[in-house]
């Protein structure tokens, strides 16, 4: 089908599934160190969002249609009802599936309190290029090993005419931070929260509407697979059990 998600797939066909869904300017191989490592005994399946990594980069990239591309996976993949794993954006997508399709529900730092200039400010800053992205990528992730660096350099990173940019489409990534500031769903099946003390995405008003979400805070910043991998492996593996 020629607009199907690309997707990643990690770990034993027989293992539990484990549905994973990536934050804005990601892709699913993001997840594969805390697959390999932290989640090996579930089959993590992580699919590239429309105009991210190696997915059909062609519009619409609203919430219905990113659901509507997760939903098209999960059927691919014969999962009628599923947990899912989602950082970020990811957990907006996240929380728009059925309820009936998902079993536990893990939002990790979710985007669920962008405030209108903050996405105005970075869906304008959405098309990034530079000569070194490595020095880029470091910038973002300033306490990531060089290892770590380096994969997410060979996986999302593409240059042309020595110009260096993301995988992802700028035009989905800024309808990515205005689409953040649309109302957010309240969580419809069991969750938990894992929520970045360093970072801004998770407010007192979600958390205070989100009644009964179990609620983790992890001193780190937004990206917290890169940051505490360990602890977010813990965290997801006894949750989803």
């Known amino acids: 089908m020629a607009d199907a998600l ?11 599934p484990l549905l ?11 997840f ?6 932290q989640l090996s005994a579930f089959r993590v399946i992580a699919p590239d969002l429309r105009g991210h990594g190696d997915s ?22 014969g999962l009628q009802r599923v947990s899912v794993m989602a950082h970020s954006f990811g957990a907006l997508i996240a ?10 529900l893990v939002l990790l730092d979710p985007a669920v309190s962008v405030k209108p200039r903050e996405a105005l400010e970075s869906a304008e800053a959405a098309k990034r290029e530079c000569s070194d ?23 999302n990173w593409v240059t042309k005419y020595g110009v260096w940019s993301p995988k992802c489409s700028p035009a989905a990534v800024a309808t990515a931070w205005s689409e ?23 407010g007192p008003e979600f958390l205070a509407a989100a009644r009964g979400v179990e609620l983790v805070d992890l001193d780190c ?8 991998p360990d602890r977010v492996g813990g965290l997801v593996s006894g949750f989803v059990r």
Request: glycine share 6%; aromatic share 6%; hydrophobic share 40%.
């Open 56 to 77: 059909p980069r062609l519009p619409p990239w609203t919430l219905e249609q990113h659901t509507a591309d997760v939903l098209a996976v999960m059927d691919t993949f």
């Open 95 to 104: 929380l728009r599936l059925p309820p009936d399709r998902v079993g536990a």
């Open 133 to 155: 992205p490595y020095a880029a990528q470091r910038q973002d992730w300033p306490t990531a090993e060089e290892d770590v660096i380096a994969e997410e350099v060979s996986d």
């Open 20 to 30: 994973a869904l990536h934050g804005v300017t990601g892709h699913g191989a993001r």
């Open 180 to 202: 953040m500031c649309r109302p957010v769903p309240l969580p419809r099946v069991r969750t938990l929260v894992v929520r970045a003390l360093r970072a801004r995405y998770v």
């Open 32 to 37: 594969r160190r805390l697959a390999q490592w």
């Open 221 to 228: 910043g937004h990206m917290v697979t890169v940051e505490e």
């Open 6 to 16: 690309n997707v990643h797939v990690f770990g034993a066909d027989d293992a539990p």
